[in-house]
C-alpha cells in the first residue's frame, strides 16, 4: 500500500488538523461526543428510512422552522380578523368560531395551535443540533447569539396567544406570568392585582394581550433577518418532501384532535381541572412546583450560558481565512457565487483598469472552507506554473499543495493503475482505505476540490478517482457544488470529455468507513470489468 501522504511538516498541516478537530472531538467517549455520534446516526436511519436526506426533517429544521412561523403567520391573520380581541367578546367569539365554522376558522385555529407547539419543538432541535456541532464559534457566533433571542421572543409570544382566548387556562397562564414578573423588582405595583377584581380585566388589558400575541412576531421577523442576514443563499423553506408531510401533520392533528377553548375565564373561581400544554406552559407549574426565583435562575443560568459559548476558550486555534492573491484574480465572480457565508465582495481591481474588479475577503464572516478556491478558475492543476498560485486560496491549505501531494503520491505509488482518493476531512477519512494501490488526499471540503484536479489526475496515470465527502455538508454547500459541478451544471465544471465511469462518488460521515472501503473496491471492480456508472451513496 502506498505510504498515506502525510500532511505533517506541509504548509497543510495546522489548518487541516485545525479543522479536523471538531470532527475527531466527535469520536471522542465525551458525553457531548456520544450525543454528536447518537445525533448523526438518527440522521443516518432517517435519510435511510425516508429515502434520502431530502427528505430528512432533522437536516431541514431551520427551514422548518420558517415554514411554520409563515404558516403561524398566515393563520394568525385569519383568526385576527374573524374573532373579537375585547375582554368581553373573545372567548366567545372564538368558541363560536370553533364551533360554527370549524371547516376553516376551527381548523385554521388547531393548526396555529400545532404549529406554536411544533415551532418550539423545532427550533429547541435546532438549537440543541448546532450546539452539538459546536456551531457556535468564529464566523458562526453572529447567528448564533442572533439566534438565541428568537428561542425567548418566541415562547412569550406563544404564551401570550393563550391568554387571547381568555378561558381558564389563559387566565391561569396571565396570573401566573403576572406572579412570575412580580418576583422581578422592576413594577412597583403587582402585575398580579390586575387579575384580583374582574373589573380590572379591561380592554386595555386585552390590548397588552394583543401586544404580547401580535407585536413580539413582529420583532421576531427582525430578529429572524438578522439571524440569516450573514448566510449566503438562506434557505428559508425546506423541501416539498418535508414541507408537504408536515402541512399534512398539522392539518390532520386538526382534524382529528380539534383545539377547543375551556370554559370561560372566571376570577372569583380557581379552576379545579386544567387541560395544560406542557410542552409550551410548562413554567407556570414549575413555578408552582418550586418558586418563581428558581425558575428567573433556570431561564437566566440557560440564555447565560449559550450566550457565553461563542466566548469559552477553544480546544484548537481557528484556521485562517481565505486570501485573494490579486494577480491571479480576474474577477470573474464565481468564489462571490459559491461562498455559503457571504464572506466575498467584489471590489475595484487595484492592479487593473477602472471597470475591474477582485475578490476580497470578509475575515469575520470567512468559515476557512476552501470552496472559493474550488470555485476559481485559476485553481486549474494544468497551469504551467511551476507554482500553482490560485485567485483566491487558504493559506494553510492551498491548492498548489494539493497539486504537489497528488504528483507526489502518483509517482510513488508503486501500482500500476493506482486510485486517487480526494475526501473531505470531515468524511470518513480516505486514509483508513487498506488498498495497496490508493493514493488518499484529504481537503478541508469535497467543494474545495476543483473538477479539474479528477481529470488531471486521470491524466497523470491515476485508473480512477474516488471522491468521498460527508453526508451533511458542514459548510452548507460543499455536497451540492459538487454534485452540480460534477454533472456538468455548475461552474466550474468538470469536462464532459472525462470517462465518468472512471470517477465514484461517496458520501460518508466519519464512521462510515466501511461505506468508503466498499466504495473503493467497487470502483475498482468497474475499472477492471469497465462497467460505467457513477457511485452515489
Ligand atoms: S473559505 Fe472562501 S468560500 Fe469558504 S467562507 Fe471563506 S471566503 Fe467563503
Ligand atoms: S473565483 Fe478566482 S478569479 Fe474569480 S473572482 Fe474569485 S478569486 Fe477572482
Redesign the pocket.
Known sequence: MTAPLRIDGHPAGPALRALAAPAAAGRRSDWAGRLRGGWTRAERSLDRWLGGAQANPLRHLGAIACLLFALLVASGIYLYAAIDTSAGGAWTSIDRLSREQWYLGGVLRSVHRYAADAFVLVIALHLLREGLFGRFRG?RRFSWLTGVPLVGLVMVSAIGGFWLNWDQLGQYSAMATAELLDALPLFTTPLARNFLDPAAVSDRLFSLFVFVHLGVPLLLVFALWFHLQRLSRPVVLPPRAVALPVGLMLLALALLQPVTSQPPAALAQVPARLALDWWLLALHPLADATSPALVWALLLGALALLVALPFLPRRVAAAA??EVDPANCSGCRR?FD????G??TMVPHPQRRAGHFMAE?DAD?????????GACPSSTPFRRAQRLVSG?D?PSAPIGALREQLQRGLQGCAAPRPIVAFGCERAASVRTIAAPDLVPLELVCLGALPPSFVEYALRDGAAGVLLVGCRGCE?RFGRSWTELRLQGAREPHLRASVPRDRLALQWADADERAAIADASARLRARLNTGCEELLDG
Open positions: 464566523f481565512v481565505a468564489c459559491d461562498c455559503p457565508y464572506a466575498i475577503v464572516l470567512c468559515a476557512s472552507c476552501g470552496i472559493c478556491a483566491i487558504l459548510f
